[in-house]
């Protein structure tokens, strides 16, 4: 069974960066793709970001194009998502997750793992 852990939420203003960090709780994420989701009070979970197995291989919301840069290191089991020029409209929990069989969709019904998520509040 993968657990997964996101740390490194929390309150900025606008404008400010965030680095949201997903440890593994085994080293089978190595060959899985990973993905980094969002999810606002009221609103249904949505992409943001993915990474293949090997790291060569990413895939981003429009929203997070040019702002986000998602990024693994397979030799501690960590997922990153550096987050800049954060806006209020970022403001969500954060999930971490694990495609065993993808290379970076954005289709979130694809993953099977999750972690119980972060919060990011960017203030106005």
């Known amino acids: 069974q993968v657990q997964l852990a996101e740390s490194g939420g929390g309150l900025v203003q606008a404008g400010g960066s965030l680095r949201l960090s997903c440890a593994a709780s085994?080293?089978?994420?190595?060959?899985?793709?990973m993905g980094w989701f969002r999810q606002a009070p009221g609103m249904e979970r949505e992409f943001v970001a993915a990474?293949?197995?090997?790291?060569?291989?990413?895939n981003y919301a429009d929203s997070a194009k040019g702002r986000f840069t998602i990024s693994r290191d397979n030799s501690k089991n960590t997922v990153d998502l550096q987050m800049n020029s954060l806006k209020p409209e970022d403001t969500a929990v954060y999930y971490c997750?694990?495609?065993?069989w993808g290379s970076g969709s954005a289709e979130i019904y694809k993953y099977e793992y999750w972690g119980q998520g972060t919060q990011v509040t960017v203030s106005s």
């Open positions: 085994v080293r089978s994420i190595t060959t899985s793709a």
């Open positions: 990474v293949s197995w090997s790291g060569s291989a990413t």
């Open positions: 997750a694990a495609d065993s």
